[in-house]
């Protein structure tokens, strides 16, 4: 169980876009969302419970044995988390590419 694990992640990586993969002697090496807007990330401690929301998906790691957290310059880079599976489920956060303005000419 962890009994250590706080929703403290969330608050600093809303808005990053995100790729979640998957990994595992069971499942191979599989990307489960490439590049994709994050929503939010918090830890259910009720269910033992880890939730990554982005656009379209809640992806859920449920009773992690390990995480890690990796921050960079800006804020939350990675997180990496081994499931009761042992499926290794890594969360790679950057902020989003801006575009330059390209208004009326």
Do not use: F
Not at 27 to 33: A, F, K, L, M
Not at 35 to 52: R, T
Not at 84 to 92: F, Y
Request: hydrophobic share 40%; net charge negative.
């Amino acid at each position: 169980m962890a009994e250590n694990l706080r929703p403290v992640v969330e608050i600093t990586a809303v808005g990053k876009e995100v790729e979640i993969e998957a990994t595992g002697l069971s499942i191979g090496d599989q990307v489960e969302q490439e590049w994709i807007q994050l929503l939010g990330i918090s830890y259910d401690p009720n269910n033992d419970l880890i939730e990554i929301l982005v656009e379209g998906l809640d992806h859920l790691i449920p009773k992690p044995r390990e995480v890690w957290i990796d921050h960079g310059p800006g804020g939350l880079a990675s997180m990496q988390v081994v499931g009761a599976d042992d499926v290794r489920q890594i969360v790679r956060l950057r902020e989003p590419l801006m575009l330059p303005y390209s208004g009326p000419a």
